[in-house]
């Protein structure tokens, strides 16, 4: 089992930046996926970022060069840098860790982002 927990949401004006944090316990494991997924009201849950365990990325295209996704492997911490953010942005994010040997998915309770106009 592995357990989530994001932190670092919040209210921001359009424009501005906030840094997102997902702390993994349990039986994580360097070698595992991690990644960013977010949900706006009325809408379905996608994707973000994700980052492999050997540190290769993959952002939505419409988070591409305003996201910036990072881990550290030592705090079992998956890191989402959010700048320029925009009304859009606004959702509750959540933390996803893949467990490809095992073929599990873990998510966490979401984070709760607003972008302000």
């Known amino acids: 089992q592995v357990q989530l927990v994001e932190s670092g949401g919040g209210l921001v004006q359009a424009g501005g930046s906030l840094r997102l944090s997902c702390a993994a316990s349990?039986?994580?494991?360097?070698?595992?996926?991690m990644g960013w997924y977010r949900q706006a009201p009325g809408k379905q849950r996608e994707l973000v970022a994700t980052?492999?365990?050997?540190?290769?990325?993959n952002y939505a295209d419409s988070v591409k060069g305003r996201f910036t996704i990072s881990r550290d492997n030592a705090k079992n911490t998956v890191y989402l840098q959010m700048n320029s953010l925009k009304p859009e942005d606004t959702a509750v994010y959540y933390c996803?860790?893949?467990?490809?040997?095992?073929?599990?998915?873990?998510w966490g309770k979401g984070t709760l982002v607003t972008v302000s106009s």
């Open positions: 349990g039986s994580i494991s360097s070698s595992d996926a």
């Open positions: 980052i492999t365990s050997g540190g290769s990325t």
């Open positions: 996803k860790v893949t467990q490809y040997y095992y073929g599990m998915n873990y």
